[in-house]
């Protein structure tokens, strides 16, 4: 080998390296955008129509196509302009604007693909009640299944392929068969470019809240694609693809173009949107690389084992097997440590691997891969000696255990594409409170956490609502949050919210807010409360607002 070719591998593992850091946020991250200040401020009455909105956020962000809408109070549309300028968003409103109470329904999505959304509401001159226009059907979404495959694929393929690649050419380099082609190396390499492709338009689709079926229809979620999904896809593309492609001329080159692709995914998802970045980036690209070293490995020796049958050819496999064997200790120290840091990351209390997606797609994982490690303790202290010391007798047994483990190892694989779409928040599981009568004085009351809460809204109609609220600890007494209770309200039938409003105490555990309702329909109103510092239950209540009658 020349020392031109000896730097090579040197070379691509620092551009791997250049690259990772590069695309790689520097700062900590907060899991969602925040509105910091409006222009004009929330419920303010101006004299003339503005030229135009602006909304200024703590991050840069991207308006969401085709998701704003202003309404005014007799819910018709305008139509507006919006254009994302840094930090803030700017709504071009139209020239024309008849004096009236309008509502800014607006939607916006984050560095890390969240979306956020709420309405402005403002008056120009003197605002007269309206009626509600017709109901109209609810935006469709894509079903759950469908990123949720995509993401499966997409892990499944990347880890068997890098994993694959690494037990050929590291591994099993002096005692791989002559007869395997490759066909699970393509079959890996297919899947993983084919998932982070689906990811691209079926994320932008979830965020723009489109149909399964706008997917061939580019020029309907293009403008919702996400930096993230599309800098996976092309690390996943280049590194891949260029290992693939030069996998037999410099098998270094393509191990580190190989860890740069399985690097990919950890620049997306909950890696960039809990915890400190740099630590929960590099605890998941050594959490896949490892579980790629794993799961590749086993596809490798049961390849391997299978065009080595005839009693003469153990000796053949017992150098490969043993090696990897040997990478499988501090493989599994690393995959439990790199989880670990993860998992407690995103989970800070023991209640969420049970109560949230989450949690319960982790736990089932978990389980899968102790199943995995016990039959890899096995094969490791039992069969592993009797294979290495050039027995054929234990070659049967070692085959058939290798693919119990392998499809635990590839179960617990698509499992991890399915935690990239779980969500990890706890819901609060209240029963369905029946809708609140229209119009009037309503009470109702509500579990919030260990305590209660008892809400007052008057009048129930479209326009300005009153909310009085009283909140009780389990011995009925006044419980204090440590901040004031969060009060939002959203329309699901019209798409359209949240509504925020500001709260004032007045007495202790005791709250009102005014809430502006421009639509007739049943609302669902949440009631949010950070009893200490790690809980903050809330409780949704669905009242029916009816449409006010002109004076």
């Not at 196509?65 to 109070?73: H, P």
């Not at 043993?322 to 493989?331: E, H, K, N, P, V």
């Not at 119990?404 to 819901?427: D, F, H, I, M, W």
Request: hydrophobic content about 55%; charged content about 15%; proline content about 8%.
């Amino acid at each position: 080998m020349t020392a031109h070719h000896r730097r090579l591998p040197g070379r691509a593992a620092a551009l791997a390296l250049a690259l990772l850091l590069a695309l790689a946020p520097a700062r900590a991250a907060s899991a969602h955008a925040a509105l910091l200040a409006t222009d004009p401020v929330d419920g303010a009455v101006l004299a003339a129509a503005p030229d135009a909105i602006t909304l200024s956020f703590n991050e840069p962000v991207q308006p969401v196509a085709d998701s704003t809408r202003l309404i005014d109070a007799n819910g018709g549309d305008h139509a507006t302009d919006v254009t994302a300028r840094d930090q803030d968003v700017v709504v071009d409103l139209p020239d024309d604007l008849p004096d009236g109470a309008y509502y800014l329904n607006w939607r916006v999505v984050s560095a890390d693909a969240h979306p956020i959304a709420g309405v402005l509401a403002f008056t120009i001159g003197s605002a007269q009640p309206g009626t509600a226009p017709a109901p109209i059907d609810p935006p469709a979404e894509i079903p759950d299944w469908a990123p949720a495959s995509a993401a499966a694929l997409h892990y499944l393929g990347l880890l068997v392929f890098a994993g694959y690649l690494c037990f050929r050419t590291a591994i099993a380099r002096d005692a791989w068969p002559a007869r395997p082609r490759g066909r699970l190396l393509r079959a890996g390499a297919t899947a993983a470019i084919l998932g982070a492709a689906l990811a691209v338009p079926l994320g932008a689709l979830e965020i723009a809240g489109l149909p399964l079926g706008d997917a061939f229809e580019v020029g309907a979620w293009a403008g919702s694609a996400t930096g993230a999904s599309l800098t996976v896809l092309a690390l996943t593309a280049t590194g891949v693809g260029g290992a693939y492609a030069v996998r037999n001329r410099h098998p270094r080159t393509a191990l580190a173009l190989a860890l740069l692709a399985v690097a990919a995914p950890a620049l997306a998802g909950h890696s960039i949107a809990f915890g400190v970045q740099w630590i929960m980036i590099g605890a998941d690209t050594v959490h896949l690389a490892t579980a790629a070293l794993w799961a590749g490995g086993l596809a490798g020796l049961l390849v391997m084992l299978a065009h080595r049958r005839r009693p003469g050819e153990a000796a053949g496999s017992a150098l490969a097997v043993a090696r990897f064997s040997a990478c499988a200790g501090w493989s599994v120290a690393l995959l439990a440590s790199s989880g670990l840091v993860m998992a407690l990351s995103i989970h800070r209390e023991w209640d969420a691997f049970t109560g949230s997606d989450h949690g319960r797609t982790l736990v089932a994982k978990l389980a899968l891969v102790a199943l995995a490690l016990a039959l890899a303790g096995w094969n490791r202290f039992r069969l592993v000696p009797v294979v290495t010391a050039a027995a054929a007798s234990g070659l049967p047994r070692l085959r058939r255990i290798l693919t119990v483990e392998a499809a635990a190892v590839a179960a617990a694989a698509v499992l991890t594409g399915l935690l990239v779409n779980a969500s990890p928040t706890v819901p609060v599981e209240e029963p369905a409170p029946a809708p609140l009568p229209t119009g009037g004085v309503v009470t109702v009351d509500g579990a919030l956490g260990e305590g209660t809460f008892t809400a007052n809204l008057a009048p129930g109609l479209t326009g300005e609502n009153m909310l009085m609220l009283t909140l009780t600890d389990a011995a009925g007494l006044p419980l204090v949050p440590l901040e004031p209770p969060v009060v939002t309200a959203v329309l699901p039938a019209e798409d359209f919210g949240p509504v925020t409003a500001e709260i004032h105490e007045f007495a202790p555990g005791q709250y009102h807010c005014a809430m502006d309702l421009p639509l007739a329909g049943a609302w669902e109103v949440t009631v949010q409360a950070r009893t200490t510092e790690f809980d903050a239950p809330a409780t949704t209540i669905t009242v029916d607002i009816g449409p006010a009658t002109a004076d």
